[in-house]
């Protein structure tokens, strides 16, 4: 069975990245991209789905990990009776290459080490075909399968094993052995050996420079600091996308049927990333993301997706994969996102929050871009009105989500702030009157005069944790009675275990078996609504809560099952690290 979700790590090289479990083994690597076929799926499936495991052979005494300071290299320390062994896991960045590297240092006594490496392409499907070759001077072993080769290197290398590559050996004090994994294209040659020491430098100086430059004047500053640069490393660094996770189908109902892909560029989380990037003073990451934009919506806007590929592809068809069984038997895997043609249309006004913001971080606008942000608002002019699945991508009936109503009203907001306030030319006047209306519209449809309270939706009287936005887009001031109001109401009804259920999965709006566990967004949110609303004890409170809940080395997952202590959902979430760093950015 794979590890408890918290007991995984990250490491990335902003091409892709893998998740490395407590007890040694890579359990997780999409070769060579976010959105590729994975060749160590373990996580969701067995041993025999691929795996790289590197650990003590003999009972381990103790396990402790942690990053090295200021970046995502991940060092594990294994004790055991007769000594202790430090693992070393990166992913050399910034050289265009896909690598994963793995450092064996004994640091006292003596080890036996076990070494099981086992290569399975198409998510854990397919055995590649697998042979023992000498390259640049150097054994190694080369597993091909269709577009994929994958070249272990090695000081000693494991033999093969009932499909395994399988082998035990010792480290004494003072001994060291470094071990990498190398994709490239199958017909391409097997590439050049990595300067190790050098690749990890660069690696190691690259990710400090980033993390040097988060705030220090937030509360938690070590965990928005690693939250920053979490973010990061789910930054394709060529393209510019930004994936929501590197996962897909860890589930967010044990056993149950609500597992998703997330591994694809949502506008929405994106927006939203680039927005707490912003906010804590990468203002230069808004350049690189726009022009994303720019590539992955050109064309007609009546053809906006709500995500992409993260090369800003448009097709992304979801499909089973029936020869996994699931992360704790949760079926079934999914490969793709059927969201993907739902109507969504707060989108829109996530990416107009995001570029506003660009603009006053000093982002210029060139005439495409604000030419396409002028073409997006004015196809959202014509069919504002329209019902849609909301955030939450209810695959239920589309209904007037009073979230996605909001963030119209914010699309049609920024545009006109852009026309009035930055100079750039507009219909403003046309703009302005629809801003308009939709507030008036949102007032009077989407609020419970007698309760005190905005709706989920026009037809319901329940609520919704995406209302907490209402003060954080500026619709209403954090003091307002309608805000506060709001804020009761969806403590009262959506609070689990002191953590936020996004809404009640029982009135069967979203069109689902089952239920789901708390959150960790709607909890940030409600940590920055609750500042806005003047009651920082109350915010300063959950925020302690909610950040002591990251694992040992300061990652969150989707959701929390806290009666059972547990991480659920996609991990790392994009969604819940950059809502960490505007909560924080609240409190400041």
Partial sequence: ????????ALIGDRGTAALVGKDGSIDWLCLPRFDSPACFAALLGTEDNGRWLLAPADEVVSTSRRYVDGTALLETTFTTVDGE?????????????????????CTRGTVRIRHDWVVRCDYGLVRPWVTREKAHGNDLIVAVAGPDKIVLRGPRLPRAHDGHHSDEFELSAGEEVTFSTTWVRSWRDVPEPLGFDERIAATTDAQREWSARSPDDVPHADMVRRSLLTLLLMTHEETGGIVAAPTTSLPEDFGGERNWDYRFCWLRDAALTLESLLGAGYAEVAYHWRHWL??????????????YT????????????????????????RIGNGAVVQR????????????????????GETRNSWSLQRALVDELADHWDEPDNGLWEIRGPQRHFTHSRVMVWVAFDRAVRAVEEHGLEGPVERWRDLRDRVREEILDKGFDSERGTFTQHYDTREVDASLLIIPLVGFLPGHD???????????????????????????????LAGAEHPFLACSFWLVAALAHAG????????????????NDVGLLSEEYDAAHGRMAGNFPQAFSHLTLVQAALALR
Wanted: glycine share 10%.
């Fill in 344 to 363: 969504q249309n707060d989108v829109l006004g996530e990416v107009m929050l995001a570029l506003e913001l660009a603009r006053q971080s000093g982002l």
């Fill in 481 to 511: 009675p309608r805000v506060l109001g709001t804020i009761d109401a969806v403590v009262e009804d959506l609070m689990a275990d002191g953590l936020l259920l996004r809404y009640r999965t029982e009135t069967g709006v979203d069109g």
């Fill in 535 to 550: 009651r920082r004890n109350d915010a300063e409170e959950l925020m302690d809560r909610l950040c002591g809940l990251a």
């Fill in 310 to 333: 993260v090369d800003g592809g448009r097709q992304l068809p979801e499909r089973e994969v029936p020869h996994l069984p699931g992360y704790a038997g949760s079926r079934p895997v």
């Fill in 1 to 8: 069975m794979p590890l408890p979700i918290e007991d995984y």
């Fill in 294 to 307: 720019l590539r992955a919506v050109a064309g007609d806007p009546a053809d906006l997706q709500i995500m």
């Fill in 85 to 105: 062994v430090v693992l070393l896991d990166v992913m050399p960045t910034g050289d265009g290459r896909a690598d994963v590297v793995r450092r064996l240092t």
